[in-house]
């Protein structure tokens, strides 16, 4: 990653400069609307920011899924277009999934391309047996703090999500 990078928990002060990363990382408003809904919700668990010389390059966020353990939904990831393929995104996910490991959640879900997600230990086949509207070879799970307590049930991300 650029050396200069660093990576914390986002705060209040951070909400505009992150809204304006998704808003140009998605070049549309939803992902930055539904960042808002979910922190609005009580739905949104972690933030995290990447920032370079005090500016926000990179964002990763984790929300509380309804499933039958408690369970995160990773995502959006978003990184600015001048900062991509420089290991930030990578970055914010190590980290963001290491400080995971310490709390009660038992396992995070993203939908996403499963070589990119492999690298961080997510798998398919963990999450082939559980009902979700993203189901399918692109629907991958990591457990956290042992095996997954099952491993079928429904699994929903955020309510706000339903709103994309
Ligand atoms: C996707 C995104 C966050 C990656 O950020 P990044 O900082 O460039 O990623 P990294 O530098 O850590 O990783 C780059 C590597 O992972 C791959 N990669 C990164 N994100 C990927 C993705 N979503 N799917 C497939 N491959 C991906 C790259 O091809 C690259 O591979 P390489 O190292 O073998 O060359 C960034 O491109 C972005 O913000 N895109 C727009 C928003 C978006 O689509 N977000 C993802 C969906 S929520």
Redesign the pocket.
Known sequence: MSESASLRSETPKDYPATRELLLA??QRPGEADLIEALRKDGDLVFGCVAAIDGFIV?HATLSRMRAPFPALGL?????AAA????????ALLRWTLAREQKDQWRAIFVL??G??YGRFGFRTELATGFGSPYSGPHFLAMALNGELPAREGQVDYAPAFDRL
Do not use: C
């Open positions: 990382a998605f990179g995502g959006p990831v978003a990184v900062h991509r393929r420089q290991g930030v995104a990578s996403g391309d070589d990119f």
